[in-house]
Structures are given as structure tokens and as C-alpha cells.
């Protein structure tokens, strides 16, 4: 089976930018005792103020590629695994 890669790299955040992200918003959430992920931040259990490894997240489209969304790091946001997949394409 072919597959046109090249839509997957206009789609895919690098790994510079998740880290970049990932530090930002992970200091960001130390300083206010929350989630970075800004998902689970907003809940009301116990993932309120879990502290998720890189590992653990996923990079995200803050407005979705399929709806304009840009690959960028303005367009970043990193989301806890459960969270990515819940969000889907909104």
C-alpha cells in the first residue's frame, strides 16, 4: 500500500516544538498547582493537577489542521493522551 507522506509532515508537529510546548506549559501549570495538561486542569478529578511526562501527551492542533489549523508552535498545545484522542477532530 503507497501513502503520500508528505501530507503527514505538514500535519505532524517535530519533536522540537513538543518539547518547546511541553516545557512552557508544564511551568506554566508548576506555578499555578494544576494539570498541564489544560484539559485535565479544567476537571474536577483527580487528573486536576497531575503533572504528565512528555511521554504521556500528545501534541495537539489548538484549531484543527482539517478546519485551517496551522502546524505551528502558535498552534500548540500539548494534551494528555485520553484527552487527544477524546478531542478528535473540534
Known amino acids: 500500500m503507497w501513502a503520500d507522506t508528505k501530507l503527514l509532515d505538514v500535519r505532524v508537529f517535530d519533536d522540537a516544538t513538543k518539547k ?5 506549559q508544564t511551568a506554566k501549570a508548576e506555578k499555578k498547582g494544576e ?23 500528545d501534541a495537539d492542533h489548538v484549531t484543527a489542521w482539517s478546519k485551517g489549523g496551522e502546524t505551528n508552535i502558535k498552534n500548540c498545545q500539548m494534551l494528555c493522551k485520553t484527552h487527544n484522542r477524546a478531542k478528535g477532530n473540534r
Open 35 to 57: 494539570s498541564n495538561c489544560p484539559l485535565c486542569a479544567l476537571g474536577h478529578d483527580a487528573n486536576k493537577s497531575k503533572l504528565w511526562k512528555l511521554i504521556e501527551m
Open 20 to 24: 518547546s510546548v511541553y516545557a512552557t
